[in-house]
């Protein structure tokens, strides 16, 4: 079996075996002996996307967040991403971006930083209402 039709098979059983939202594009990749999978989210706003994350967070392993700007300066788009590892070890990215993305510390054109989860889940919360 070829890395990317591994990767692929590893991200469907994934996605089949989670109650996980339904992304709006999912991709593989294989270069040499490195293979990965980047999931789109559809979050349309702020507290949507924040809480796919944290749903995505919680089915995989050694995971991290972050934030990034798109070096175009006039441009309000923010990333909000993890990249973490599937069950079976597969290396994922998940994603959504958002236009007029929320205010982070730091984050100018270009730039990456790391997201605290307590961050995210404060931006979560915000579609309950729990967070002023």
Do not use: K, N
Not at 18 to 36: H, I, K, N, R
Not at 53 to 63: E, G, K, P, R
Not at 110 to 132: I, K, Q, Y
């Amino acid at each position: 079996m070829s890395a990317t039709s591994r990767v692929l098979m590893s991200v469907s059983e994934h996605l089949a075996g989670f109650e996980l939202g339904e992304p709006v594009q999912v991709t593989v990749g294989a270069c040499g002996d490195y293979s990965a999978g980047t999931i789109q989210l559809s979050g349309a706003c702020l507290p949507e996307l924040a809480g796919e994350l944290l749903v995505w967070a919680d089915t995989l392993d050694d995971v991290t967040a972050s934030a990034w700007r798109p070096s175009c300066p006039d441009d309000d788009l923010v990333v909000l991403e993890l990249w973490g590892r599937l069950t079976d070890d597969t290396p994922v990215r998940v994603f959504g971006g958002l236009l007029d993305g929320p205010g982070v510390p730091g984050l100018a054109a270009g730039r990456r930083v790391e997201l605290s989860w307590v961050l995210v889940r404060t931006w979560a919360l915000l579609a309950e209402g729990l967070v002023a």
